[in-house]
């Protein structure tokens, strides 16, 4: 899992640079630069929490991947011009991605003594604020100043609900396999 971990985390910075600097026009006005600084901070989060805690149990490879993949698959959305070229791929996103990022958290309650309904919580929890705090970050970024920010309230509020949906489907599926885990 350390080569699958290290190979999303060089892919993610390397689209990123590409997206930054390449000049593309797919690229225009989707905040690369904010994301070359921010993504990186995101995809480092579980590897600097692990060492500020003294390195006490065993990396969490799985939770990290799917942490680090909804930037990727952002990225790549961008870099492949998937955003302006399919009509739907911008909500699958948002319903994809929260779901890997959410089970991101319950990768890591599984690794804990929490119990299903608790677990539930705290994934679908933190895919709720993740995706708020999302939705304010893209309108900051680029949507007050864009022509998208006519039909931005429609999306946003499209946005949220997929994001919790996706946020919900993984609360679920951790909750089940924390019911299910051994001993």
């Excluded at 070359?36 to 600097?48: D, E, G, K, N, S």
């Excluded at 011009?81 to 911008?90: E, K, P, T």
Aim: hydrophobic residues 55%; negative net charge; without cysteine.
């Amino acid at each position: 899992m350390l080569w699958v971990n290290l190979l999303v985390k060089i892919a993610l910075v390397s689209l990123l640079a590409f997206g930054a600097f390449s000049g593309l026009q797919q690229f225009e006005g989707k905040a690369f630069l904010w994301r070359l600084v921010t993504y990186p901070i995101a995809a480092l989060a579980i590897p600097v929490i692990w060492a500020a805690y003294g390195r006490r149990w065993a990396y969490p490879y799985f939770a990290d991947i799917l942490l680090t993949l909804p930037f990727l698959i952002d990225t790549a959305g961008n870099a492949l011009d998937f955003y302006d070229s399919i009509d739907w791929w911008d909500d699958a996103n948002h319903l994809a991605n929260w779901a890997l990022l959410s089970g991101a958290i319950g990768a890591l309650a599984w690794r804990t003594r929490t119990g299903p309904w608790e677990t539930l919580a705290y994934v679908v929890g933190f895919g709720a604020v993740t995706a708020i705090l999302w939705e304010i970050a893209e309108y900051v970024a680029f949507i007050r100043n864009s022509p998208e920010f006519a039909t931005a309230y429609t999306d946003t509020l499209g946005d949220l609900a997929l994001g919790l949906t996706g946020s919900l489907l993984a609360g679920l599926a951790a909750a089940l396999a924390v019911r299910n885990r051994p001993a």
